[in-house]
């Protein structure tokens, strides 16, 4: 059974940093995008960081500059490198990837981690 564990959340200052780590365990063949989203209390679930098998990436305007999404292939895992984090950033994220279980089917799943919670202190 596929499963993704994210890791490295916590509480920081505003004006610190955070590795959010999000590895990909189980038995499946190939891993295609891979994503992190946020959502605050009250508010919708965004995406913030989005990186394709072969490392093209996209970052939401709010945090361009200051975080940066990367994956290690070998490892079945992505990361979100944050810096100068902000009272605004506080939330839970949300590792999402797409999943492509067997090489005899030329689909992917979509599977969701549970979660880790950042707070930023103002």
């Known amino acids: 059974q596929v499963q993704l564990v994210e890791s490295g959340g916590g509480l920081v200052q505003a004006g610190g940093s955070l590795r959010l780590s999000c590895a990909a365990s189980?038995?499946?063949?190939?891993?295609?995008?891979m994503r992190w989203y946020r959502q605050a209390p009250g508010l919708q679930r965004e995406l913030v960081a989005s990186?394709?098998?072969?490392?093209?990436?996209y970052h939401l305007a709010s945090v361009k500059g200051r975080f940066t999404i990367s994956r290690d292939n070998a490892k079945n895992t992505v990361y979100l490198q944050m810096n100068s984090l902000k009272p605004e950033d506080t939330a839970i994220y949300y590792c999402?990837?797409?999943?492509?279980?067997?090489?005899?089917?030329?689909?992917?799943?979509?599977?969701w981690g549970r979660g880790t919670q950042v707070t930023v202190s103002s």
């Open positions: 999402n990837a797409e999943i492509r279980e067997d090489y005899k089917y030329p689909y992917e799943k979509d599977y």
């Open positions: 189980g038995s499946f063949f190939s891993i295609n995008d």
């Open positions: 990186i394709t098998s072969a490392d093209s990436t």
